[in-house]
């Protein structure tokens, strides 16, 4: 059985830090993209970054570039999402997804589903 287990969410002020966790287990982990998606209240998922476990290349939305940093243990089968400089705008439950390729991650192909953490960001 596949899972991803998401965790790290948490309620933090403007310009503060967090770091998600997603455990990957039940599929191969190297050879994959593993990235986050986000969800606010009202409004559409949007892709927020993914990585590819098997060469370490990375996608970031625009609205996170330069704030936040993806990267992988491939050893753990863990991927992280480092947040920085939070923005009340980061709000949000945020999923850890699974895809074949970062392609496949661009396209909304998601193969797994985590359960979400709620980020919390207050101004």
């Known amino acids: 059985e596949v899972q991803l287990q998401a965790s790290g969410g948490g309620l933090v002020q403007a310009g503060g830090s967090l770091r998600l966790s997603c455990e990957v287990s039940?599929?191969?982990?190297?050879?994959?993209?593993i990235g986050w998606i986000r969800q606010a209240p009202g409004k559409g998922r949007e892709r927020v970054s993914a990585i590819s476990t098997n060469d370490g290349n990375t996608y970031y939305e625009d609205s996170v570039k330069g704030r936040f940093t993806i990267s992988s243990d491939n050893a753990k089968n863990t991927v992280y999402l480092q947040m920085d400089n939070l923005k009340p705008e980061d709000t949000a439950v945020y999923y850890c997804?699974?895809?074949?390729?970062?392609?496949?991650?661009?396209?909304?192909?998601?193969?797994?589903w985590g359960q979400g953490t709620q980020v919390t960001v207050s101004s």
């Open positions: 997804v699974a895809a074949h390729d970062l392609i496949a991650f661009l396209g909304t192909a998601y193969s797994s």
């Open positions: 039940g599929f191969t982990f190297d050879g994959s993209a």
